[in-house]
Each structure stands twice: as C-alpha cells, then as structure tokens.
C-alpha cells in the first residue's frame, strides 16, 4: 500500500492555530475532497476533533492513545503503524494522512507522495508541518498550480504534487 500525506502549510510551515485552521480556502477544501474520497484517512485525534465528525465517503481512522474511545463513524489505532495496518487490511491501495503535525512528523519520512498546499501570506499558529524537512533532492514535482486569491479564497496558493525519488 503506498501512503500520501496532504497538508495545507504556510510558507515557513504553519498549519494551525488553536485547534483549527488558520485561513479559509473553499477550493482547497474541494481539492482535499477530491484527492481523499475514496481511500482511508488517516488523522491524530486532535485532527479529528476538529473536524468534528468523520468524513464520508472514507475509512476514518483516528491515531489516539485512548482506550475504550470509539468516535462515531471512526476507526480508532493506537500507534500511526497501527493505522497504516488496518488502511491496508481494508485493501486500500493507497492510505492519505490529513494531519496533524504529530502524524505529519511520523509519515513524512515514509510517505511516497506529498499533496502539498502552500498558502501564501504570514499566518501565527501553534501548530506546524515540518516544511525544511522536504529535501528537494528526493522529491519530484510532478504538478504545480498557482492560484491567485479571488472572492471566495482570499489567500494566493500553489498546490503541488511531489514524489519520492529517493528513500526518505
Ligand atoms: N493545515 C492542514 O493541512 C492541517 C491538517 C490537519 C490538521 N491541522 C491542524 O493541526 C493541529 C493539530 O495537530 P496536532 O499535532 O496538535 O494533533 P494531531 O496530530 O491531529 O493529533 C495528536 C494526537 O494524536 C494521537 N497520537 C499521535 N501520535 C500518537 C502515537 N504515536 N500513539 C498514540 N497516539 C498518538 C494523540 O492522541 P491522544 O492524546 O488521544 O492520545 C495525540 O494527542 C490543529 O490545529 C489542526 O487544525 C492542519
């Protein structure tokens, strides 16, 4: 089973702040839907909580340390290896982990494909992506998009989708 990892990060690697994400982007939110539907998700519990419920459409399965939890619509592993198993026990090709960082740390060294989103601007946030991880040497950029801000999506951003060339 190959592992994608997608993530929305400002430039210098901020991804969130109190819990949520800090811009609102319609089109990046319909692209996630996209890339995900279909296969296994992959979230830490805190990702999941603010969500707020489990996304259709998807094998939700939630990372937690949290015995005799059982989050509605959710499947509930215990260590992110866990959660990786049972995406590959539902015969899933491909397992996408959505965040957040403490999941972000554990699969970018393993992951095969990064669904990189880079919103432009500066953002303050407690939580991050470790951006300076992604070594360009072992990646590919297989497609890049510009997108400028409009009226529904105030920030510019580049959505790019990367490779692993070498191991990680
Ligand atoms: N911009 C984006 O693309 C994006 C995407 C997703 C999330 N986010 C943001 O990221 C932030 C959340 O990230 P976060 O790092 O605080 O939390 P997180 O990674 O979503 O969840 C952390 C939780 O996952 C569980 N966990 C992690 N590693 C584990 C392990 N090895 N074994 C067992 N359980 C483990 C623990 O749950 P227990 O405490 O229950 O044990 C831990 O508290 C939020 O601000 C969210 O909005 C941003």
Known sequence: MRVALVVATSPDGIIGKHGEIPWHLPRDLKRFRAITMGHPIVM????????GRALPGRLNIVVSSRTGWKP????????????LRIAAESGAEEAMVVGGEQLYRYVLPICDTIHLTVVEGRFDGDARFPIEAIRPEQWAVERSEQWPSDDRN???HRYEVLRR???G
């Open 44 to 51: 830490g519990r805190r990702t999941h909580e603010s969500i």
């Open 154 to 156: 105030p920030d510019p």
């Open 165 to 167: 060339l070498a191991p």
């Open 72 to 83: 509605e619509g959710c499947v509930v592993a215990h260590s992110p290896d866990e959660a």
